[in-house]
């Protein structure tokens, strides 16, 4: 099923529930850390300004070093409580997937293909990890660094503030949006072609003795051979498109940051700004990056995330054929009796007005030729599928009413 990428973010989203204030204190430390970060540089200007005053430059020297001190200590705990969230996610994820195969099983297992579930269970809920300890907090801290900065800059006059806007917006919002345009498609493309490849290959190891009965080896692995370039030049291209982003966005940061000092120059010229204004701004816009790069290459690294998300939500939206019967009565099994059954996988019966009748110590043999619908019945004896018309009963009891662990 195609979903906006909204809606797989939100749903994803959905997941953290209860773990939502680890998620509100890893922004707020990470918000403080960057702000640690950031004032490093700045308060080397003021503590320049400090000097040319002949003031006492000592407390700033100090609050420098706390500074920069907290900056390690604070990222540190933002991305402690970052994976925490991550890998606590990713293993209830997998509960959920299990207990949703569990449901699914075995009548939509049978069908669906192997290679697909292994790479769903294995590699596409490690994607995930990108998006939770990766993908939340930063685009929160980013927001939140920016904004104080923006608040900053129009401390010191309002056309700084403007123009930082533009630039975190430009760096962190406009190029990331354009950029994952083109790296979404190729990022889907990509999950989708694993998958395949990985399905590809357990089909050939289950079946490698028709392989080579049939003479089909070669063919095999031309295909195979073939999927897997299909599969580098997928991952070429969105390596490519992450090299654009990474250097389109450094080159902007040196454009903003040569753009603030002329336009901080500028108004210093012209009597708007104090000197202060003209050392400050340009330091704390080049230093006020860090958030918004962060966001910037999430663009590139978040496409193959959405993919897995997608392919996730799938799976747990797939209906079971047979609901479980958990609270049923659990009979004593003395007889079992299938009565007038008609049942199809499709819109052709397998099974008839199909009746029998077995007691309980006896043995009994099922003939017939293949495709005739043995293996079947023995599945709705199981309630793998339920009958379409008729009833199967056991001890004169209907089976829908049988605790399903107990009868199968
Ligand atoms: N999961 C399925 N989806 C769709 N059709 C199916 C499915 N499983 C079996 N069939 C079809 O139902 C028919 C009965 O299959 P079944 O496996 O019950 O035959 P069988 O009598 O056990 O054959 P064999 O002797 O080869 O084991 C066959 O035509 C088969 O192709
Ligand atoms: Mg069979």
């Excluded at 979903?3 to 890893?26: P, T």
């Excluded at 080159?251 to 336009?263: D, G, H, K, N, R």
């Excluded at 978040?302 to 009979?331: C, I, Y």
């Amino acid at each position: 099923m195609k979903r906006s990428n909204f809606q797989i973010l939100s749903s994803l989203i959905g997941f953290v529930g209860d773990m939502k204030w680890i998620v509100i204190m890893a922004i707020l430390m990470g918000v403080a850390g960057f702000m640690a970060a950031i004032l490093i540089p700045v308060l080397g200007g003021y503590g320049i300004l400090k000097i040319l005053a002949n003031e006492s430059w000592q407390p700033i020297l100090w609050t420098m070093v706390f500074g920069a001190f907290m900056r390690g200590v604070l990222r540190y705990a933002e991305q402690a409580s970052n994976h925490y969230i991550a890998f606590k996610l990713l293993a209830h994820i997998r509960d959920v997937i299990f207990r949703k195969l569990r449901a699914l099983a075995p009548a939509k297992l049978e069908t669906k293909e192997k290679g697909n579930l292994i790479s769903l269970i294995t590699s596409d809920v490690e994607l995930l990890e990108v998006f939770y300890a990766h993908t939340i907090s930063p685009v929160c801290i980013a927001f939140l660094v920016s904004l104080i900065c923006v608040l900053w800059q129009g401390s010191l006059h309002f056309s700084l503030a403007l123009l930082a806007l533009i630039a975190y917006g430009t760096i962190g919002g406009l190029l990331p949006y354009f950029l994952s345009k083109s790296t979404m498609s190729a990022g889907r493309s990509y999950r989708e072609k694993s998958a395949m490849i990985n399905a590809k290959m357990l089909e050939g190891v289950r079946g490698i003795q028709d392989l080579l009965q049939f003479g089909s080896a070669n063919v095999y692995k031309e295909d195979l051979i073939d999927k897997t370039r299909g599969h580098a030049k997928e991952e070429k291209k969105i390596k490519q498109q992450m090299g654009l982003g990474l250097s389109m966005s450094n080159a902007l940061i040196l454009f903003f940051s040569v753009l603030m000092f002329l336009w901080s120059y500028w108004l210093y010229q012209n009597g708007f700004v104090s000197y202060e204004a003209l050392l400050i701004s340009p330091l704390l816009q080049i230093s006020s990056f860090g958030p918004v790069i962060a966001l910037s290459n999430l663009g590139t690294g978040l496409a193959p995330t959405l993919g897995a998300g997608n392919r996730l939500l799938d799976l747990l939206e797939e209906e079971a054929v047979v609901e479980e019967v958990k609270t049923g009565t659990k009979p004593s099994f003395d007889r079992l009796e299938v009565d007038g059954v008609d049942f199809g996988y499709g819109k052709d019966l397998v099974l008839q007005d199909f009746s029998l009748k077995i007691p309980q110590g006896k043995v009994l043999g099922i003939r017939g030729a293949s495709g005739c619908g043995k293996s079947t019945l023995l599945k709705l004896l199981m309630r793998f599928w339920d009958v379409e018309r008729g009833k199967i009963l056991v001890d004169g009891k209907k089976i829908q009413t049988i605790q399903t662990s107990a009868l199968r």
